[in-house]
């Protein structure tokens, strides 16, 4: 399985806030490299890579994975870029990191990949499962997977509860109840010079 293993806010550094990714900041705020303070003017092929950098970095997907996503999303009535966030929102791994069970993407989808997370009581192993409105999402009712939620909680990567979704701590059960609105997505994006970077690639 293909993921980022690399440094993270050398990855910050360089596209900007990623929620997803690190709940870090990092001390410098220009990009890393010998170059970073002296940076020239971008192209427009620049500009559309560094968004498409971003939605890969921040969900933890491969290019492969995104150019099926984008397939995915053109095939959905209405706006394609939206259709395309709200399809890697609805992920697993992204859904219990917003529930706040995980405080980054990548340690909800090791919570998800390890089996301590069921839906609809069962285990689903599988990160990039699609959550579904009426979906119940909560830890594996076993000791060291409720541990492993709780002490995750204490230190949530985002505060907001998005409105699609509900969570109750004392039972850590969350409920899917519909598909994610555009302006609680987290990530700082323009999605349609995603898409014309997809399109000029075609």
């Known amino acids: ?15 900007g806030e990623l929620p997803g990714l690190t709940r870090k900041n990092p001390r410098r705020s220009y990009p890393p490299g010998q170059h970073g303070q002296a940076r020239k003017k971008r192209s427009e092929y620049a500009i559309r890579l560094e968004e498409k950098q971003k939605l890969r970095f921040n969900y933890g997907v491969s290019e492969k994975q995104l150019v099926s996503y984008i397939r995915k999303a053109r095939r959905i009535a209405g706006s394609t870029g939206q259709s395309l966030l709200q399809l890697l929102e609805m992920r697993l791994d992204n859904t219990v990191f917003r529930l706040g069970m995980a405080g980054t993407i990548p340690g909800a989808r090791q919570l998800v990949n390890h089996g301590h997370i069921t839906v609809n009581g069962r285990v689903v192993d599988i990160a990039s499962y699609q959550c579904r409105p009426g979906d119940i999402i909560a830890a594996r ?5 409720r541990r492993l939620v ?14 699609h979704l509900e969570f109750d701590k004392n039972t850590l ?14 990530l700082q994006i323009n999605e349609l010079l995603v898409i014309e970077y997809y399109s000029r690639q075609a």
């Open 141 to 145: 009712d076993r000791d060291r997977s």
């Open 173 to 186: 059960t969350g409920k899917v109840n519909g598909v994610i609105e555009r302006e609680w997505i987290a």
């Open 150 to 163: 709780e002490t995750n909680m204490e230190y949530p990567g985002l505060a907001n509860l998005p409105s």
């Open 1 to 15: 399985m293909s993921r980022y293993r690399g440094a993270r806010l050398r990855i910050v550094r360089r596209l």
